[in-house]
C-alpha cells in the first residue's frame, strides 16, 4: 500500500486555515490535533473550529483528540463529518466501545499510544481498530525530535498485523521529516503526520510529494 501523508495544520497559520489547507492539496488527508491543556500542557481547538475546517478541506479531515474525556467527546466529530477520528489509549476508559461507536458513526476508529504506553496489550484487538497512532514524540506540541525508542513499537505492531492478516494502519505522529520519515516507513508506519516539515517547507505541497516518495522508497 502506499504511503499516506497527513499534514498536521498544527503548524499552519490558523488566521488563515482555510488558505493553509488548499497549500496542502496533495494531501492524503488533514491532520487536526485537538488538545484540551489537561491530557496535554497545550491547548488548540474544539468542535465549532473543526467542523468548518471539515466543510471547508478539499481533503478528508484526520482528527487527533489529546483530550481527557475521550469517551465524551470522540463521537461528537465523528458526527461532525471526520473521515477519521483517533482517540488516546490513556483517556479513554472503554477503549473498544469507542472504537465501535466510532465505526457505527460512519468514521474510521482509531488509537493512539503515548510513546511510553506499550503495544502489547492491544495486539489481540487489532480488528476493532482501522488505525493505531504510535506517537513519535510527546503529544502536546509541533516541531520536537524524533524518539527513536518508539521505533521496535511499530515493528512489534507491524509483526502482528503481517501475522494476524489485519488491514489496520499504522500512523505516526511527531518528527517526522525528509530525515525520518524512511527509518519510520521501513519499521512499518504506512500513514505519516508531518506538520513542521510540511507547512515549514517554501512549497508544502512539493514538500509532500518528497515525503511520499521516501517513505515509498
Ligand atoms: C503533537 C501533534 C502533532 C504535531 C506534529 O502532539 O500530535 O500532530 O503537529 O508536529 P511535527 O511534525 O512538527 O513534529
Ligand atoms: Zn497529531
Same mark, same amino acid.
Given at each position: 500500500?502506499?504511503?499516506?501523508?497527513?499534514?498536521?495544520?498544527?503548524?499552519?497559520?490558523?488566521?488563515?486555515?482555510?488558505?493553509?489547507?488548499?497549500?496542502?492539496?496533495?494531501?492524503?488527508?488533514?491532520?487536526?490535533?485537538?488538545?484540551?491543556?489537561?491530557?496535554? +500542557?497545550?491547548?488548540?481547538?474544539?468542535?465549532?473550529?473543526?467542523?468548518?475546517?471539515?466543510?471547508?478541506?478539499?481533503?478528508?479531515?484526520?482528527?487527533?483528540?489529546?483530550?481527557?474525556?475521550?469517551?465524551?467527546?470522540?463521537?461528537?466529530?465523528?458526527?461532525?463529518?471526520?473521515?477519521?477520528?483517533?482517540?488516546?489509549?490513556?483517556?479513554?476508559?472503554?477503549?473498544?466501545?469507542?472504537?465501535?461507536?466510532?465505526?457505527?458513526?460512519?468514521?474510521?476508529?482509531?488509537?493512539?499510544?503515548? +510513546?511510553?504506553?506499550?503495544?502489547?496489550?492491544?495486539?489481540?484487538?487489532?480488528?476493532?481498530?482501522?488505525?493505531?497512532?504510535?506517537?513519535?514524540?510527546?503529544?502536546?506540541?509541533?516541531?520536537?525530535?524524533?524518539?527513536?525508542?518508539?521505533?521496535?513499537?511499530?515493528?512489534?505492531?507491524?509483526?502482528?498485523?503481517?501475522?494476524?492478516?489485519?488491514?489496520?494502519?499504522?500512523?505516526?505522529?511527531?518528527?517526522?521529516?525528509?530525515?525520518?520519515?524512511?527509518?519510520?516507513?521501513?519499521?512499518?508506519?504506512?500513514?505519516?503526520?508531518?506538520?513542521?516539515?510540511?507547512?515549514?517547507?517554501?512549497? +508544502?505541497?512539493?514538500?509532500?510529494?518528497?515525503?511520499?516518495?521516501?517513505?515509498?522508497?
Amino acid at each position: 500500500m502506499p504511503a499516506l501523508i497527513s499534514p498536521s495544520i498544527l503548524s499552519a497559520d490558523f488566521a488563515n486555515l482555510e488558505r493553509d489547507l488548499h497549500r496542502i492539496g496533495r494531501a492524503d488527508y488533514a491532520h487536526v490535533d485537538v488538545m484540551d491543556n489537561h491530557f496535554v +500542557p497545550n491547548l488548540t481547538l474544539g468542535l465549532p473550529v473543526v467542523q468548518r475546517i471539515i466543510e471547508v478541506a478539499p481533503m478528508p479531515v484526520d482528527v487527533h483528540l489529546m483530550v481527557e474525556d475521550a469517551d465524551r467527546w470522540a463521537v461528537e466529530y465523528a458526527r461532525a463529518g471526520a473521515a477519521s477520528v483517533t482517540f488516546h489509549a490513556e483517556a479513554a476508559q472503554a477503549p473498544v466501545r469507542l472504537a465501535r461507536e466510532l465505526r457505527a458513526a460512519g468514521t474510521r476508529a482509531s488509537i493512539a499510544l503515548r +510513546p511510553a504506553t506499550p503495544v502489547e496489550p492491544i495486539l489481540d484487538l487489532l480488528p476493532e481498530f482501522d488505525m493505531v497512532l504510535v506517537m513519535t514524540v510527546e503529544p502536546g506540541f509541533g516541531g520536537q525530535s524524533f524518539i527513536e525508542g518508539t521505533l521496535p513499537k511499530i515493528r512489534r505492531l507491524r509483526a502482528a498485523l503481517d501475522e494476524q492478516g489485519g488491514d489496520t494502519w499504522i500512523q505516526v505522529d511527531g518528527g517526522v521529516s525528509r530525515s525520518t520519515i524512511a527509518t519510520v516507513a521501513q519499521a512499518g508506519a504506512n500513514v505519516f503526520v508531518a506538520g513542521s516539515a510540511v507547512y515549514g517547507a517554501d512549497d +508544502p505541497d512539493a514538500e509532500i510529494d518528497t515525503l511520499r516518495a521516501l517513505a515509498d522508497e
